[in-house]
């Protein structure tokens, strides 16, 4: 019991000691995993999907969708750095190495590693009309890279293995099957119960960052609602909400729609 007792106390002073905020929207988050640790990690996947990209001749063809998905890109990417800077977070910019790339995928998704490395899929460029649209898939994916959420997800875990050693510390007296069972519960707990919420808190997060960093760029944030009801509209999966790592495209929709009006009013120009 000692030391089970003096897990938890090194668990909770490490927690509370590891707290940072969020740009834009202020939210505290846990932060347990350098800068350097995940810049280095995101950066070795990175080049490994784009070398194999290039390989197997992954990378699109369409010179003008790849020239807009760039266009697009170094203008929220701009606007990223000035926020930044007006805010006093110049320190931050350091981590970004911006890329943007377009690859040959039916896939309707888009996705941003930590350091600024984005990668669009052709897929998700059919419902592209203009480069308001545009910025709204690129926003919300730089907006993720400046909210660090990789660094959390990784926290998260970090915590959700030294919850699951306390645990077992105090049913260490226990039967097997009393604790094969607790751990069961304890990891559907932590899945649905904090990785997945977690998970579409970020999602919502970096659409509302989204909505202030492509304004910021001069795109027209209004489009981030017919955007996703055209996704809502090609959508053919559907999954209880409470197991989805995303927002439902509805409850999406409802935000953006709440957060449009305040999001124009403060950084419109």
């Given at each position: 019991?000692?030391?089970?007792?003096?897990?938890l106390?090194l668990?909770?002073?490490?927690?509370?000691?590891s707290c940072?905020?969020?740009?834009?929207?202020g939210?505290k988050?846990l932060?347990?995993?350098?800068d350097?640790?995940?810049l280095?990690s995101?950066?070795?996947?990175?080049?490994?999907?784009?070398?194999?990209?290039?390989?197997?001749?992954?990378?699109?063809?369409?010179?003008?969708?790849?020239?807009?998905?760039?266009r697009?890109?170094?203008?929220?990417?701009?606007?990223?750095?000035?926020?930044?800077?007006a805010?006093?977070?110049?320190?931050?910019i350091?981590n970004?190495?911006?890329?943007?790339?377009l690859?040959?995928?039916n896939e309707?998704?888009?996705?941003?590693m930590?350091?600024?490395?984005i990668?669009?899929y052709?897929?998700?460029m059919?419902?592209?009309s203009?480069d308001d649209?545009?910025?709204?898939v690129?926003?919300h994916?730089v907006?993720?890279?400046?909210?660090?959420?990789?660094n959390?997800?990784?926290?998260?875990?970090?915590?959700?293995q030294?919850?699951?050693?306390?645990?077992?510390?105090?049913?260490?007296?226990?039967?097997?099957?009393t604790?094969?069972m607790a751990?069961q519960?304890?990891?559907?707990?932590a899945?649905?119960?904090?990785?997945?919420?977690?998970?579409?808190k970020h999602e919502?997060?970096?659409?509302?960052?989204?909505l202030?960093l492509m304004?910021?760029?001069?795109?027209?944030?209004?489009?981030?609602?017919?955007?996703?009801?055209?996704?809502n509209a090609?959508s053919?999966t559907?999954?209880?909400?409470?197991?989805s790592?995303h927002p439902?495209?509805e409850?999406?929709?409802?935000?953006?729609t709440?957060?449009?009006p305040e999001v124009?009013?403060?950084?419109?120009?």
């Open positions: 019991m000692k030391k089970t007792t003096t897990l106390i668990a909770v002073t490490l927690l509370l000691s940072s905020s969020v740009p834009i929207t939210r988050q932060n347990l995993v350098s350097e640790t995940v280095q995101s950066l070795a996947s990175y080049n490994s999907f784009m070398t194999s990209a290039k390989q197997s001749n992954q990378i699109s063809t369409d010179k003008t969708k790849s020239a807009q998905v760039v697009v890109g170094q203008k929220i990417a701009a606007a990223t750095e000035a926020y930044l800077r805010t006093g977070m110049e320190s931050e350091k970004f190495a911006w890329e943007f790339n690859v040959k995928s309707m998704n888009a996705w941003c930590p350091g600024g490395k990668v669009v052709e897929g998700i059919k419902i592209v203009s649209d545009l910025a709204v690129l926003g994916e907006a993720h890279a400046v909210a660090k959420h990789a959390e997800r990784m926290s998260q875990q970090v915590a959700a030294a919850g699951a050693q306390v645990l077992a510390g105090v049913l260490s007296g226990q039967s097997y099957q604790q094969a751990q519960v304890y990891g559907l707990g899945q649905y119960g904090v990785m997945q919420p977690f998970s579409r919502s997060e970096a659409d509302k960052m989204g202030v304004t910021i760029a001069g795109y027209n944030p209004q489009n981030a609602i017919t955007f996703w009801q055209k996704m090609n053919q559907r999954i209880p909400e409470f197991m790592s439902s495209h409850t999406r929709i409802n935000d953006l709440k957060w449009v124009k009013k403060q950084y419109g120009k």
